[in-house]
């Protein structure tokens, strides 16, 4: 018997529409709009998963693969399987050992200058001083500029006779340096052109952390007549970690990885003094033509930046 016009429903009854009762059932159920919204946004990612398979894990699987394999360009023979051979032979050598020390010590000395001169000239453009915008401008310029440009322009500056930083040297009475002929000399040129490029990419980051940050910690401390290094050090940079340890472990796999600069400048000379990691993985694979030893190489060189990685946000959750 239906409820005369006008007249609410008994307590306990539920009123049930005209047309399709099981459909106002099932939009009342609960989490079903959660799982719409679900559902659509994994098929709006869908493509997204796909392009990242097929351009990261796909390379990937076939690396690994290639690494225990005997695969070579130009070889007659067929390839197999080959264990953990390629990681024996080309791996754990002293040519491997010497190219992973040189990497260490470029990644050490690039860190050791380009952290400190980023930070520095982040803190002095957030002043926003005279003449900010400028200099903040002018100063992103080497960041945009490509690799290999910038190794052919500091080829043509560091060259031995007709450099730029020579002539400035001998102009200021400092001597004549062969930067890219002396062992020692092409570490550092290697060191200088890279910190040149990353040095405007940590201050851009340090930048963005410190436009992030609150004032009020900071306006508490010069209060209370703390000085410009104190509220740096005790107030700003406890704030700044998360951002400094996302700095720190990408600059540390660009120095992992580090190639082009390289190859352009000095391409591993003189001798092996500046051949990295990653110009012994391009050496092994496209001069010598061993494709399975530079898969290994590089999936050792891929492993060994995990543990930056796990370091990273192990870190940044202590800082939570």
Request: no cysteine.
């Given at each position: ?55 990261f894990a796909v390379p990937i699987a076939v690396g690994v693969y290639l690494s225990f394999r005997n ?23 002293s040519t491997f050992y010497d190219a992973v020390k ?219």
């Amino acid at each position: 018997m239906t409820a005369p016009a006008g007249t609410l429903p008994e307590p306990g009854s539920a009123a049930i529409p005209a047309g399709r009762p099981e459909r106002a059932t099932r939009s009342r159920r609960p989490g079903w709009s959660a799982r719409r919204r679900r559902l659509g946004a994994a098929v709006l990612t869908l493509p997204a998963w796909v392009l990242l398979l097929t351009l990261f894990a796909v390379p990937i699987a076939v690396g690994v693969y290639l690494s225990f394999r005997n695969e070579a360009i130009g070889s007659f023979a067929r390839g197999r399987f080959v264990g953990f051979s390629n990681f024996r032979r080309d791996v754990f050598t002293s040519t491997f050992y010497d190219a992973v020390k040189t990497t260490a010590v470029i990644a050490l000395m690039g860190l050791a200058i380009q952290l400190p001169a980023g930070i520095g000239l982040a803190l002095l453009l957030h002043r926003n001083l005279r003449g900010t915008r400028f200099f903040r401008s002018a100063l992103l310029i080497p960041m945009l500029l490509t690799p290999v440009a910038v190794g052919i322009m500091w080829r043509f500056m560091l060259d031995s006779d007709l450099g730029v930083m020579n002539w400035l040297l001998q102009t200021v009475g400092l001597g004549h340096v062969d930067w890219l002929g002396d062992q020692h000399s092409a570490v550092v040129a290697i060191v200088l052109v890279d910190s040149w490029q990353a040095i405007p990419f940590v201050m851009l980051l340090t930048l963005a952390g410190l436009a992030g940050l609150p004032e009020s910690p900071m306006e508490a401390a010069r209060v209370d007549g703390g000085s410009a290094w104190q509220t740096f050090w005790f107030v700003t940079f406890p704030m700044l970690r998360p951002v400094l340890y996302v700095i720190l472990m990408i600059r540390v796999i660009d120095a992992a990885k580090l190639f082009d600069i390289i190859f352009i400048l000095t391409r591993g000379g003189p001798g092996t003094a500046t051949q990295t990691v990653g110009l012994l993985d391009y050496n092994t694979g496209f001069n010598f033509l061993q494709i399975s030893r530079a898969a290994a190489i590089g999936v050792v060189l891929a492993v060994f930046t995990i543990p930056v990685y796990l370091l990273w946000t192990r870190a940044v959750r202590a800082n939570k």
